[in-house]
């Protein structure tokens, strides 16, 4: 098993920045990538953006490209998520997941492709 705590969360607004982090516990040798998704009121939950652990690489949704950015301590088991220029449509529930798929070196994009999901951060931009 693989737990995930995210923190970082708050109010902040239009045009500041927050970073969210989340720390990776027990069996993190099977986690090969790391992604934030992200679920406002009413809405299903997206893809933010992804990494993966040991090359690093980034994928990033359209909606955040420029203004978002994704890092990992590999020595912490942790990943950031830098968060700058916020809108009010940004303003969501924030979840970090942890994808076990080693045999691949594409990010993961979909929800069915992570495993375990931590319990989310709230993340709010007031105009």
């Known amino acids: 098993q693989v737990q995930l705590v995210e923190s970082g969360g708050g109010l902040v607004q239009a045009g500041g920045s927050l970073r969210l982090s989340c720390a990776a516990s027990?069996?993190?040798?099977?986690?090969?990538?790391m992604g934030w998704f992200r679920q406002a009121p009413g809405k299903e939950r997206e893809f933010v953006a992804g990494i993966r652990w040991l090359r690093g690489s980034t994928y990033y949704a359209d909606s955040v490209v420029g203004r978002f950015s994704i890092s990992r301590d590999n020595a912490k088991n942790t990943v950031y998520l830098q968060m700058n220029s916020l809108k009010p449509e940004d303003t969501a529930v924030y979840y970090c997941?942890?994808?076990?798929?080693?045999?691949?070196?594409?990010?993961?994009?979909?929800?069915?492709?992570?495993?375990?999901w931590g319990q989310g951060t709230q993340v709010t931009v007031s105009s």
């Open positions: 027990g069996r993190t040798a099977s986690v090969y990538g």
């Open positions: 997941a942890a994808d076990r798929r080693p045999w691949t070196r594409t990010i993961a994009t979909t929800r069915d492709q992570y495993d375990y």
